[in-house]
């Protein structure tokens, strides 16, 4: 018995040896197919535009979702489409220095296609200097609050009424340089402040949930389409050993959950090879 124990650790070693080679030969066949998904998914994303069009989905949305102010005065009428319509002109006009027409709506970027062209140049940036775009813009806005009226009050909804109403007021006037003026000079510069701050804060939360769902989609996408590819070279080869006639549900279920475990699996599957072979090698 001592004599058996004294190759136990070997013996060991060997069964984890060969769960490794074969752990590490199933790592890189995933990882193979999360590489060919990814390059897949690159391709269409490119040939149709997904990320531009996700981009002009997601601030149409930002857009409509914000209601009119009540005491809202813009040229063509406060109605619902109209104040939405003026934020959208003002937001191209700022971040691309397009005029916009009043025939341009906001159904232009609902998502459906989308043409490069000066006007929807802010859809081709990535999100990040796409929404500091509209950082800058907002900081023009906040600068001049009776010039960009309607986004003015679309990038400050939700802000306190007083703030808003004193600094769209008073931004224009020049204070007087006596003591009496110095408790109002204060109070409009907490108000600029607290709208700056606010205003930062929106779109700040705006680029965090868009980066949330594009990676999300971009995320759910790759597990699919890995999936449907293992699927694929799963049944190719059952068929091929085995031919169409012999191939019974049970196993099209089995291939159908390694499939799915795989295209899970596949988007980590290049740590997993890479943490293999490092153990192989100080082994």
């Known amino acids: 018995m001592p004599m058996e124990m004294t190759f136990l650790p070997d013996r060991v070693l060997e069964v984890v040896g060969s769960m490794s080679d074969f752990i590490l030969s199933y790592a890189l066949a995933l990882a193979a197919t999360s590489v060919l998904a990814v390059a897949l998914l690159e391709a269409w994303k490119s040939v149709w535009n997904t990320r531009e069009r996700f981009h002009m989905r997601q601030l149409h949305k930002w857009i409509s979702q914000a209601q009119v102010p009540g005491n809202l005065t813009v040229e063509g009428g406060p109605g619902g489409g109209g104040f939405h319509d003026e934020v959208y002109r003002q ?19 609902r998502g459906d296609r989308f043409e490069l062209m000066p006007s929807s140049a802010l859809f081709a940036l990535e999100l990040e200097r796409m929404l500091g775009q509209i950082q800058e813009a907002a900081d023009v806005v906040l600068a001049n609050p009776t010039v960009y009226q309607a986004l003015y009050r679309f ?6 009424e007083a703030d808003i109403s004193k600094w769209f007021a008073e931004s224009t006037e020049v204070p007087e340089a006596d003591a009496d003026s110095r408790q109002d000079i204060k109070e409009r510069v907490d108000a600029f402040s607290r709208l700056n701050k606010f205003v930062k804060r929106r779109i700040d939360s705006l680029q965090i949930t868009m980066s949330y769902q594009w990676a999300r989609w971009n995320q759910t996408t790759a597990v699919v389409l890995g999936a449907a590819l293992l699927f694929a070279s799963l049944a190719y080869i059952e068929i091929s050993s085995s031919g169409w006639a012999l191939v019974n549900p049970l196993t099209w279920l089995r291939i159908a959950v390694a499939s799915l475990v795989g295209g899970i699996v596949a988007p980590v599957a290049k740590d997993l090879v890479t943490a293999l072979k490092k153990v192989r090698q100080n082994g």
């Open 91 to 109: 937001i191209v006009l700022l971040t691309t220095g397009q005029h916009l027409d009043r025939r341009d709506t906001m159904e232009m970027i």
């Open 155 to 160: 990038l400050t909804h939700g802000a306190g």
